[in-house]
């Protein structure tokens, strides 16, 4: 078999031309999809009202691109040989940097990074047409000195996203049985994303792929999170105090609970060190699941290192935020990335990102205040 | 159907700050089969034989016998002519004063021309501009012919107006190929190397007149040989970017740079005449913005067109680096033919720094000559050069001009100037 792009002879089942970096077809490229059988239904044996069962609750996949896009140094048209036509930028292949928008008010951008190799994060999008009903962002980023992350990451992302595609279950009424019920769909996310990397791991792999995982969905006013590693999802309101939602499975999140100030943890010599991921060597699959109601205008961001590396605090990342000055996501998240890029880089930058549309009476207990919102499900796996 | 490749020789690594990019383009060429007939059109073959006064027996005897042998080779169907010529062009066949200027060649025309052959007699002087010109019209006359072949045998220096030649030569470039041959050391190599040069040809000596049949029949196999009637090369550059030459290394250096023919804004033809299974090298420099360390991006896209039609491509890349061990290397093809691009230069200056009579700097030159002769391992040129300089020491360049040069050396060792020597290659991606 050979390149359709520029002719050089391909390994055997290769994704990518070594040559060109030409993204082969689909067949060859997307990864399986892993099916939940009836024996491990993403809901288990939790009780679940009839609705979410529906299939018409189920949220379509993100259109595929259409098309090359243009270039992103100068706006030219790329040419088939994967360099811009008319400054000769060189255009990332698909895998080097994907964009998915699965609705208007839903969007994200998975990145390389100019001073990284390849891209070993990835993202997995849903949403639902109308703007704030139902949105799923699923991160992960693939741990750079395993073999094969790449590959591994996308397929977890996208086994995760199976999971996620109906709405969360309301559990039997009360808010401790929805609780554990939200809780066992999103543990049985992270062990699909789980199962899809040991898939794809060839079963020799001296140092087989892993990765972290962060998810967080959306349903009306309501973001639920699940966590494994360092990748991060926050709440950034436009007015109100921004929050990171998810805690960090690191040294660095050990030493900043032992006391150590956040900026000298996360910059010591084992701040990407994570203490939980996603792989075959993983011990512990189960994520830290938590929620929250929102009752103002916001974003919802889920995130690789890539991008918190250069604005950690909440507070640094809304400013990158109000600094881009759109209300687009996708320009949104493309501002976030080209902001790592030009702060250096260093490691891929996935920025997913739903947008919060508040237009109802502002409730008596104001909606600039943080307390108003309520946290539920637990802070830890404990 | 001919079919051709390009790959890429080059260190594509630039140091932060970087902006110039070389790189050696390959570009080969196999299944051209035989010219006129690929069905594209008819081959047309021109033979220009020396009539003047200067033209002594034997070698007129050597000449004719070389014609002669030329006209064996062409191939039945090719349309030729044969051109006398002196102080003015003659037709000597087909014997037409009007009309198409060419005939088809088969067992009775290349007949007759050898008899026509056989009648030439030297007499009067050299202008051969007026070849040029009938070589032009006689192809002009005969629409069939789109492949344009001239073989062209002086033995002397050209009489005429200064400006005459080189408007003549204009005329001619682009429209046909000349190979020329100087026979004997009475011809000027620089002036016969100008129309070589323009027409997309070789150039040469033949000392003696017994090499002349050879090598006639020689140039007259290789013309029929290149079943690829005419090609460009196709550079495309980025906005912003400057192409800073494009040169043939390989058989032989020729500085395409100024003989580009914008296709678009980006993208311009250099013209590379008629092609044969053959390969050669082309050194591409170009200068771009610099960009930030670890980017890449196209410095050019080096292609072989065919008309419209891109048949090859080699790309050539800059990626931004601050990795000292990357961006120090120089690619081996590049430093090799950049070298035997100088080799050439040094050679034609010491040579005409030497005929007016300026040792100090004949020595300084050849002696660099030798020196890089050595360096790139061209034994042709170092074995060519030491005709004509004692060296005394090969690393060092140093040499010593002879005080007895045979005329006929220091011509071969201009005429070959430009020849370049090849280098193992291994692919540098």
Request: with cysteine; aromatic share 4%.
């Amino acid at each position: 078999m050979n390149c359709p792009s520029c002719s050089a002879a391909l390994a055997p089942g290769a994704r990518f031309c070594e040559n060109c970096g030409a993204q082969l077809g689909a067949s060859a490229g997307a990864p399986a999809p892993v099916v939940v059988g009836a024996g491990d239904h993403p809901l288990g044996d939790a009780p679940i009202s009839a609705p979410t069962r529906k299939p018409a609750a189920a949220l379509p996949d993100p259109p595929a691109p259409a098309g090359r896009r243009p270039c992103a140094e100068c706006g030219g048209e790329v040419g088939p040989d994967l360099y811009c036509l008319e400054c000769g930028t060189k255009a990332p292949s698909e895998r080097d940097h994907f964009q998915e928008q699965p609705a208007p008010w839903v969007a994200g951008v998975c990145d390389k990074a100019i001073r990284k190799g390849r891209n070993e994060d990835a993202m997995a999008l849903l949403a639902g047409a109308e703007p704030g009903s139902r949105a799923v962002l699923i991160v992960m980023d693939g741990v750079s000195n395993s073999i094969d992350s790449d590959v591994a990451s996308l397929a977890g992302a996208r086994a995760a996203r199976e999971v996620l595609r109906m709405p969360l279950p309301a559990g039997m009424g009360t808010p401790q049985s929805r609780d554990a019920a939200v809780r066992k769909v999103l543990t049985d996310a992270a062990a699909a994303a789980n199962t899809a990397i040991v898939a794809v791991t060839d079963p020799d792999s001296p140092n087989p792929a892993s990765a972290t995982f962060t998810a967080a969905v959306l349903e009306g006013r309501r973001i639920t999170w699940a966590n494994i590693g360092d990748s991060r999802s926050y709440w950034l309101p436009d007015a109100g105090t921004p929050v990171q939602l998810t805690v960090d499975d690191s040294v660095a999140q050990a030493q900043i609970a032992a006391g150590v100030a956040r900026e000298v943890a996360e910059t010591g010599p084992q701040a990407h060190a994570i203490t939980k991921w996603l792989g075959r060597d993983s011990e512990d699959q189960k994520p830290t699941v938590g929620s929250l109601d929102v009752a103002e205008s916001g974003w919802l961001l889920a995130c690789s290192d890539g991008l918190w590396n250069y604005a950690s605090e909440p507070d640094a990342l809304a400013a990158q935020v109000r600094a881009a000055g759109t209300a687009d996501p996708l320009a949104l998240a493309l501002a976030l990335v080209a902001f790592a890029n030009a702060s250096g880089g260093h490691d891929n930058i996935t920025a997913a990102l739903a947008r919060v549309e508040v237009t109802g009476p502002v409730t008596a207990l104001g909606h600039n205040d943080h307390s108003t919102t309520t946290r539920g499900g637990e802070p830890s796996d404990g | 159907m001919a079919e051709f490749s390009a790959a890429v020789y080059q260190n594509e690594f630039l140091p932060d700050g970087g902006t110039d990019v070389n790189a050696i383009v390959t570009v080969t060429c196999q299944g051209a089969g035989t010219a006129g007939q690929s069905g594209a059109g008819s081959a047309g073959e021109i033979i220009i034989v020396d009539t003047s006064g200067s033209m002594g027996p034997a070698t007129m005897a050597a000449a004719k016998e070389g014609a002669q042998a030329a006209l064996a080779e062409i191939v039945d169907g090719t349309y030729f002519a044969v051109i006398a010529g002196a102080d003015r062009a003659m037709l000597a066949y087909p014997q037409v004063s009007n009309g198409p200027g060419m005939v088809q060649m088969d067992a009775r025309t290349r007949h007759d021309a050898s008899t026509a052959i056989d009648r030439f007699v030297g007499s009067g002087g050299t202008a051969i501009s007026t070849w040029l010109d009938l070589a032009g019209q006689l192809f002009s006359s005969v629409s069939a012919v789109t492949q344009r072949h001239v073989l062209l045998l002086t033995d002397g220096e050209n009489r005429e107006r200064p400006g005459r030649l080189d408007d003549a030569i204009n005329r001619a470039t682009g429209y046909y190929q000349a190979d020329c041959r100087g026979a004997g050391t009475d011809w000027q190599v620089a002036e016969i190397r100008r129309i070589a040069q323009a027409l997309l040809g070789t150039v040469d000596i033949i000392p003696s007149p017994a090499e002349m049949k050879a090598q006639f029949q020689e140039i007259m196999r290789n013309a029929m040989a290149r079943g690829v009637a005419d090609a460009s090369l196709r550079v495309w550059t980025p906005q912003g970017a400057e192409v800073l030459f494009v040169r043939q290394v390989s058989p032989t250096v020729e500085d395409l740079t100024n003989r580009r023919t914008p296709v678009n804004p980006l993208t311009g033809d250099y013209p590379t005449g008629a092609w044969s299974d053959e390969s050669r090298d082309y050194h591409v420099a170009v200068r771009v913005p610099a960009k930030a360390i670890g980017q890449e991006q196209l410095a050019a896209r080096v292609q072989l067109a065919l008309g419209s039609d891109v048949v090859a491509q080699g790309l050539v890349k800059a990626t931004w680096s601050n990795n000292s061990e990357l961006t120090t290397r120089i690619d081996q093809q590049v430093a090799h033919y950049t070298g035997q691009a100088e080799l050439a230069q040094v050679i034609q200056e010491g040579l005409a720094a030497k005929a007016a009579g300026d040792d100090a700097t004949a020595t300084t030159k050849l002696g660099r000559a030798v020196q890089l002769a050595a360096e790139t391992g061209n034994d042709e040129a170092t074995s060519k050069l030491r005709k004509v300089v004692e060296v005394d020491n090969e690393e060092t360049g140093t040499v010593r001009l002879k005080r007895a040069v045979e005329k006929a050396d220091e011509m071969a060792l201009d005429t070959a100037s430009t020849k370049t020597t090849r280098i193992r290659k291994e692919p540098t991606s």
